[in-house]
């Protein structure tokens, strides 16, 4: 199996990363943060002209159909640039749960919406744990809420805090069933697993912004006459993160490889530990070689700090995820003692 990306894909991924460099996303996080959606939605737009927002839709709603591959690399670089709203969600998740569905009635309804960048949609799983909520429910126009064996329509009922003020989550109830049955259970394991490989992606970007910004001000800042970059210990940190990030990658590009697969889930959650775990030692690192500056909310820092902690947990905890695994690893020892006769 080959983890390498595509020149095109190199490509994509580098115009993606100049659009929103352009786009001055830590502005329209602070103001999506403060209660004004404009400026996300503007450059949620962008995206959409890019392209990003149909890499998952079939060319019969209005997408792209691209493959899960260049969904992890538009969404690293969603992650790199900390862009607000509910990018997973609509993107991601919703699209992949469906366009699983037996009757595609939904999807024609909602997903040319989504690809021009009109209209956002948000989620609330049960399989992602107790107390599962929704993100941005008060911004987007379509909210659905994905149980055990049903998927409705939904409506917002209480706030939640998150530790990223740029994340505004929701309790979600029940407004209208609209499918349920096997074929709702298992469109809602397809958009989770979908959802959670593009929140892996974005968990990997952001360690990667966060690993930039550390390193450029280690060149910068001075300690005893000499940047702090040139102490041993520094350069060890940096050396340390930018080895989790680089062990991460090929998980997450695995996973997005075998989407279609029986391992599908098992793979979608070793990259999920990966990249979280990756990120969240980039932001620590950068809290300990920024220093004090790096607590403050004025920085830039804070935007991907706050970010990374709420998306560790925000499609299942590491505790789900590893369970996942144990389960898929038992039941294929399980299989393999059956089909050699052990007991």
Same mark, same amino acid.
């Given at each position: 199996m080959r983890f390498a990306l595509s020149p095109e894909q190199l490509d994509f991924g580098v115009s993606l990363r100049k659009?929103?460099?352009a786009g001055r996303a830590p502005a329209a996080v602070r103001a999506w943060a403060s209660g004004d959606s404009g400026p !996300?939605? &503007?450059l949620i737009r962008q995206l959409a002209e890019a392209g990003v927002l149909g890499l998952a839709v079939a060319e019969e709603h209005g997408g792209i159909g691209a493959e899960p591959i260049d969904l992890v690399v538009a969404f690293q670089e969603i992650g790199r640039a900390a862009v607000p709203g509910p990018l997973v969600e609509t993107a991601a998740a919703i699209p992949a749960l469906l366009q699983a569905l037996p009757d595609q009635d939904l999807a024609a309804r909602w997903? $040319?919406?989504? =690809?021009?960048?009109?209209?956002? !949609?948000? %989620?609330a799983f049960a399989s992602a744990g107790p107390g599962s909520v929704a993100l941005d429910a008060d911004t987007a126009e379509v909210v659905l809420l994905a149980g055990e064996n049903q998927l409705s329509t939904g409506h917002r009922t209480g706030l939640v805090r998150s530790v990223d003020p740029a994340r505004r989550?929701?309790? =979600?109830?029940? *407004?209208?069933? %609209? &499918?349920?049955?096997?074929? *709702?259970?298992? *469109?809602?394991?397809a958009g989770f697993d979908t959802g959670a490989l593009?929140?892996?992606a974005q968990l990997l970007g952001a360690g990667k912004a966060l690993l930039h910004a550390s390193t450029e001000y280690a060149k910068q800042r001075k300690q005893f006459g000499k $940047?702090?970059?040139?102490?041993? &210990? =520094? /350069?060890? /940190?940096?050396?340390?993160?930018?080895?989790?990030l680089d062990l991460a990658e090929p998980l997450l590009f695995r996973a997005a490889l075998t989407m279609t697969e029986a391992?599908?889930?098992?793979?979608?959650? &070793? *990259?999920v530990i990966a990249c979280g775990d990756a990120a969240y030692r980039a932001a620590r690192m950068a809290l300990q070689v920024h220093g004090a500056i790096g607590y403050t909310a004025e920085y830039d820092l804070s935007l991907w700090l706050t970010k990374v902690t709420a998306l560790r947990s925000a499609w299942g905890t590491p505790d789900l995820h590893r369970a996942r695994i144990a389960r898929a690893l038992r039941k294929d020892?399980?299989?393999?003692r059956a089909a050699r006769g052990i007991a």
């Open positions: 659009l929103l460099e !996300g939605r &503007a997903l $040319p919406g989504f =690809v021009e960048g009109t209209a956002l !949609g948000t %989620v989550l929701f309790t =979600v109830a029940t *407004a209208e069933t %609209v &499918a349920e049955g096997d074929g *709702a259970r298992a *469109a809602a394991a593009a929140c892996s $940047p702090i970059g040139e102490f041993q &210990a =520094v /350069k060890q /940190k940096l050396a340390d993160v930018l080895i989790a391992t599908r889930s098992r793979d979608v959650s &070793a *990259a020892t399980d299989s393999d």
